[in-house]
Antibody
Framework: QVQLVQSGAEVKKPGASVKVSCKAS????????MHWVRQAPGQGLEWMGI????????SYAQKFQGRVTMTRDTSTSTVYMELSSLRSEDTAVYYC??????????WGQGTLVTVSS | QSALTQPPSASGSPGQSVTISCTGT?????????VSWYQHHPGKAPKLMIS???KRPSGVPDRFSGSKSGNTASLTVSGLQAEDEADYYC??????????FGTGTKVTVL
């Protein structure tokens, strides 16, 4: 069965970077795009970007341009999301989500990233 | 890209229907038939309920239906059940490999 398993919770200081992983199983990683979505405490869902695991190309929401990098390792069926220059407002649960067409049908369990001095 | 506009809350008694709107612009909701809806229970991962405006994935009850008119998409939940109480989000393609979510609606089953 399809599973997306994300890395564990992180605590980072302002200005640092965080790299969250999302390991896919039960299907071929390169067959579908992967998105990253986050939810800050008490806030709604926010789309961050998309990566095509086949060629590695990525597209990011304007808000995160210059601070986010999405990559993949096809040998381990894992996609990564790295966010730099962290600030307190980046405290959120980060999700990876698979997109076979125009909806996100499978989601990771979420990774809590806490930014605090 | 601004978030799509949803009402903060909606409610209904068991067995009733509730409709949630999702208003965007001609650059997102109105420009593409790529609106999806998600049910989100706190502490869990969101669940896809509707894709491409009105397509219901396998396993989603037919009590859930989607539609679109102009720049506004809608999700209707018929025959409300207690387990339908959750946050609901719409999402739309906005072109150039970009997407946007709605502001979210908390559905309460009275």
């Amino acid at each position: 069965q399809v599973q997306l398993v994300q890395s564990g919770a992180e605590v980072k200081k302002p200005g640092a970077s965080v790299k969250v992983s999302c390991k896919a199983s039960g299907y071929t990683l390169t067959s579908y795009h992967m998105h990253w979505v986050r939810q800050a405490p008490g806030q709604g869902l926010e789309w961050m970007g998309i990566i095509n695991p086949s060629g590695g190309s990525a597209s990011y929401a304007q808000k995160f341009q210059g601070r986010v990098t999405m990559t993949r390792d096809t040998s381990t069926s894992t996609v990564y999301m790295e966010l730099s220059s962290l600030r307190s407002e980046d405290t959120a649960v980060y999700y990876c989500a698979r997109s076979p067409n125009w909806g996100y049908d499978y989601w990771g369990q979420g990774t809590l990233v806490t930014v605090s001095s | 890209q601004s978030a799509l506009t949803q009402p903060p809350s909606a409610s209904g008694s068991p067995g009733q229907s509730v409709t949630i709107s999702c208003t965007g612009t001609s650059s997102d909701v109105g420009g593409y038939n790529y609106v999806s809806w998600y049910q989100h229970h706190p502490g869990k991962a969101p669940k896809l309920m509707i894709s491409e405006v009105s397509k219901r994935p396998s396993g989603v009850p037919d009590r859930f239906s989607g539609s679109k008119s102009g720049n506004t998409a809608s999700l209707t939940v018929s025959g409300l059940q207690a387990e339908d109480e959750a946050d609901y989000y719409c999402s739309s393609y906005t072109g150039s490999n970009n997407f946007v979510f709605g502001t979210g609606t908390k559905v309460t089953v009275l």
